[in-house]
Every structure is written in C-alpha cells, then in structure tokens.
C-alpha cells in the first residue's frame, strides 16, 4: 500500500515540476532567448543545472520549513500526496487565468489547510511566512523604483546589449593547440555584456530552484515510506528539467507578456532585484514565490522611471505639478530612453506616448491569484482533511 501511495504522490510531484519548469524557465529565460543571447535547448539544460544547486544547497532551508515547520507533527506520505494534488490544482487554475503559478504560497496553504484541519498548525511560523508575503512586494516594488528612477536611465545611456550574427566565440586553430577566441562579428563589449546576461540568467535559475525545488519534493520526504531528502530533490529537479525542454520553449518566447515587453536591460535589473529577494529568504526557510518579486519590481521601475519628472513626494502623493505621467517609460525605444530628461525635468514627447508598462487591471489580477491561490488551497486541503483525517 506504501509503495502505490508512493508511486501516485512521485506522479503528482512530476506534474507539478512540470508545470513549475515551464513557468519558471520561461521566467528566468525570455528575455535572453527574445534578445537570441542564448539558443531555448541551452536555456533549459543551464536551467535545469542551475534549479538543481539552487534546490540542493538553499532549497533544503525552505523543504525544512514546509515538511515541518509549518504543522507540529511530521507530514506523513499520504497527506504530502493530497498536498501535491491541491498544488497542481492551483497550478490549473492560475493557467486558466493566464497568470504565473505562486506554486509556493500555494504549497504553504494546503499543508496550512492540513494544519488547521488537524489542530496541528504552527502559528508562530505561519505568521511569519504570511509578514513576508505582505512585505515582499513592498520590498520588490520600491526597490524597483529607485533603479527605474535613478539608476535605469543613467545605465540604459552608457550601455548598449548587442547580438550580431554568427557566433559569439570560435576556436582558433592556428597556433596548433584550439584556443577560444572572438567570433568574426563580436566586439569585446558584446562578449562581456553577454557574459553578464548569462550570469544574471545562472542566477536566477538558481533563486528559482530555491524556492521552487521544495514545493515539488517536500511533500513527499519524511514520513513513513517517503523519500529521501536527495532523492526528493532530485526527483524534483528531473520534473522542472523536463519542463523547461518542453512546454517553455513556448513560454520562453512570450514571458507571460512581462519581461519581454521591455528592454532586456531592464529585465536584467528584475532579475537580479527578484532573485535577491527570493534567494535571501530562501535562505532563511521562507517560502516565497519568485513570480511575486519579479512582478512587483518590473512595476517599481516602470513607476520610477516614469515619475522622474517630478519629485519623489509629488508622485506619491498624486500631485504632477501640471506634468503628464505615464506608467509606461521603461517601454520605449532605445534611442529615446538614451535621451531622458533628468530628474525634475520633463520627459521627451515619445516617453509620454509609450505603450503602458504595467496596467492596474492586470496587477490586481496578479494580486488577486496571490491570494485566491494559497485561499484557495487552504480552504480545500481544510475541508479534505476534516472529511478524511485518516488521510492524515
């Protein structure tokens, strides 16, 4: 009977390290592939590396929290299975609604849910996850404003990220023994923003296996019968691999309609913003969803860099002082944000005309499936469990 539960909870951790690969490659990926930095088979095998080391060194903090920090007792095989059923559950659901998976407040809901059922929750715990969960986007967003709005346009004027045709790096026969060396069309500049985009790119991949690894493996280690620790993570890794070489290669090429919809620099500045975030409090064992920072920080800077015309305290408090904001600014083209207006001064006519970065229908459907998910998750595995407290 331990071996069948067994089998079904590593199916169900399959299929949501599937649909978490999918999701999170075409995150971490995008822009590089868009910008044709980086070929999607190469994407997703770097992706795969990186999701690993990220799962096996900061990922076990999170996995700790998750199999028994947040209830008292130790998460037993059969409920870490029904665990995994409500998460790819709410992987569905927020792929109806078109919006990335926060596969890890979906994770802490159900086993939530199983705590509450049981009277087994950890409350101290739970509080502290659910502080950072409202802090986080407050923390993504205004940091994204101060890089939109003094650090953006200053780096946007002095570098330039270029791909020219043919490849990046070739090997040099002549003096006998095969040195790398520059491709027939790339420049010393180019190599070295290249590097940095694929660096930026490692890294990311790596905050994702933070964060995700746990959410696929957690819930089937520990417990009588479940697995290993290793093993969990590398099932777990398998799982996202195998979805990052299959349905984000699709992702990849649209990004959810977010970081592809601007300029690959500013996407760079997202990355690292919400890798930081998310590795840090990875580090510390709090679940968090990487697709919260990296939302919450595209819509900092595209608010920053459009309220560089005014000051600080005018855009908070709503007064433009007779200027026009538009939330759209880190949208234009190259060679009109090379010409921003400094501080105080108003923009060029074409940042005013930009298509809108971030629409408000759109960020309260994102906070809205930040909490309709684990809500949702919670009030299922609740329900579930009070049924069925065998199961537990």
Do not use: Q
């Not at 790096?169 to 420049?187: C, I, K, W, Y």
């Not at 919809?261 to 890798?275: E, K, N, R």
């Not at 998750?377 to 199961?391: D, I």
Request: some cysteine.
């Amino acid at each position: 009977m331990v071996e069948l539960v067994l089998g079904v909870g590593i199916v169900a951790a399959l299929f949501v390290g599937v649909n978490i690969g999918g999701s999170s490659t075409g995150i971490t990926w995008g822009p590089s592939v868009g910008a044709r930095i980086v070929r999607k088979t190469t994407a997703a095998g770097v992706m795969t590396l990186f999701v690993f080391l990220g799962g096996w060194t900061v990922g076990r903090n999170v996995m700790t929290t998750l199999s028994e920090g947040i209830i008292t007792t130790e998460l037993s095989l059969t409920a870490g299975v029904a665990v995994l059923f409500f998460i790819g559950l709410g992987i569905l659901v927020a792929n109806l609604f078109g919006v990335p998976v926060p596969t890890s407040m979906t994770t802490v809901g159900a086993i939530a849910g199983l705590g509450l059922a049981t009277d087994t929750l950890n409350y101290r715990t739970i509080a502290e996850i659910i502080s950072w969960w409202v802090v986080t986007p407050v923390i993504g967003f205004w940091i994204g404003a101060t890089i939109g709005r003094y650090v953006y346009p200053i780096v946007n004027r002095r570098v330039r990220i270029e791909k020219s045709e043919g490849p990046l790096l070739v090997l040099d026969r002549e003096s006998g023994l095969p040195t790398p060396a520059l491709g027939p069309n790339t420049t010393r500049t180019e190599l070295v923003t290249t590097t940095v985009v694929l660096a930026i790119g490692c890294y990311m991949a790596f905050s994702a296996g933070a964060s995700n690894v746990p959410n696929a493996a957690a819930p089937l280690v520990g417990g009588g019968g479940g697995l290993d620790a290793d093993i969990g993570i590398l099932l777990a890794t398998v799982a996202i691999g195998l979805g990052g070489f299959t349905i984000a290669r699709r992702t990849m090429e649209s990004v959810g309609g977010e970081l592809s919809d601007i300029p690959l620099l500013a996407a760079l500045f997202v990355m690292v913003t919400a890798s930081t975030i998310t590795t840090l409090l990875s580090w510390i064992g709090i679940p968090i969803s990487l697709v919260m920072a990296t939302v919450m920080t595209i819509v900092g800077i595209g608010w920053g860099r459009a309220t560089r015309p005014i000051t600080v305290r005018g855009a908070v408090t709503g007064n433009t002082e007779g200027h026009e904001i538009t939330t759209a600014a880190i949208t234009v083209g190259e060679a009109d944000e090379r010409s921003a207006a400094p501080i105080g001064e108003p923009e060029p006519e074409p940042v005013l005309d930009a298509r809108s970065l971030f629409n408000p229908r759109a960020v309260l459907k994102y906070l809205s499936m930040w909490v309709i998910g684990p809500s949702m998750s919670t009030g299922l595995a609740y329900g579930f469990f009070r049924l069925f407290p065998g199961v537990a």
